[in-house]
């Protein structure tokens, strides 16, 4: 391990492993402010902030945690896909529960990636549709995370929770992403907006990518591209344990420890994969 930090309590080897932690260190695409590469160091020493289980779970079976650390950082997002790919791609094949710590959302990318097409659907919670053909001459930004999920797993296995920010040329299209506002969580509550997307994809099997910018800024301060009027942490909470056992796989992403001195940002993601790790625990009882 880098610096030897590791994810609190992963002591076991790849082949025992429930659930295989990956860091990737990638912010070459952000926009606004970088330091998402800093998230996956951050969030491991934010994790031994909490109990090894909660109680509000019950008792839940030991899970065995592998942390393989952090993928080598590349300049190009297209290598960045590459290294990701070989990194990530064989825990994926072998059927293990993959946890990947961000770095910006385009990490996303190569992961939905190496699943078979059309075999999973993405749920993404986050501030921004995410949804361009391409960006700042990209095809693999940040911002077109959800568009290459279209791509490889079909339009009605993506769904986006938590919109405040989305461009003309996003909704100036006849596949339009579908998508909940923040606004309407908001008036409608979290339970009804997972219950629809739930409903609305295709596949059995979700995986879940939380942008912590989803997550209101007076709760998630540290992030590259912060929105105002986002979700609180205790949806996205109930969020996590609503998908319970369809979820295979999870990232969360753009944790950016220099834009919050508090640290309160990567011990909340810490905290969020956590959760995971609890409703994973639920389907080995």
Same mark, same amino acid.
């Given at each position: 391990m880098p610096n030897g930090i590791s994810f609190a309590d992963a002591e076991s080897s790849y082949n025992d492993a429930d659930i295989c932690i990956y860091g990737i260190p990638y912010d070459h695409t952000s926009c606004f402010r970088a330091g998402a590469r800093e998230g996956p160091m951050a969030v491991r020493r934010g994790s031994y902030n909490f109990e090894q289980t909660h109680f509000e779970h019950g008792k839940l079976p030991e899970l065995n945690v592998y942390d393989y650390g952090d993928c080598?950082?590349?300049?190009?997002?297209?290598?960045?896909?590459?290294e990701v790919k070989f990194v990530m791609g064989p825990a994926i094949r072998d059927g293990k529960f993959t946890i990947a710590i961000g770095g910006e959302h385009s990490i996303n990318i190569p992961i939905i990636q190496s699943f078979e097409e059309n075999s999973i659907a993405l749920i993404s919670i986050d501030a921004h549709l995410d949804s361009r053909d391409e960006y700042m001459g990209s095809p693999n930004s940040h911002a077109c995370i959800t568009r290459r999920a279209a791509d490889h797993l079909g339009l009605d296995n993506v769904y /986006? &929770?938590?919109?405040? #920010?989305? #461009?003309?040329?996003? &909704?100036?299209?006849?596949?339009? =992403?579908? @998508?909940? #506002? /923040? @606004?309407?969580?908001?008036?409608?509550?979290?339970?009804? /907006?997972?219950?629809?997307? &739930?409903? #609305? =994809?295709?596949?059995?099997k979700v995986y879940l990518t939380i942008d912590i910018d989803g997550i209101d800024p007076a709760f998630a301060p540290g992030t590259g591209t912060p929105e105002p009027f986002g979700l609180h942490p205790y949806d996205v909470k109930k969020a996590i344990n609503m998908i319970g056992d369809r979820l295979v796989g999870f990232d969360v992403c753009e944790v950016c420890p220099p834009a919050d001195p508090t640290g309160a940002t990567p011990v909340l993601a810490a905290r969020l994969i956590k959760e995971v790790m609890a409703v994973r625990a639920k389907t080995l009882m």
């Open positions: 080598d950082d590349f300049i190009f997002p297209e290598d960045m896909i590459d /986006a &929770l938590g919109m405040r #920010s989305i #461009s003309e040329e996003e &909704l100036d299209r006849d596949d339009i =992403v579908p @998508y909940i #506002s /923040a @606004y309407d969580i908001h008036e409608k509550g979290i339970e009804w /907006a997972m219950k629809t997307a &739930l409903d #609305s =994809v295709k596949a059995e």
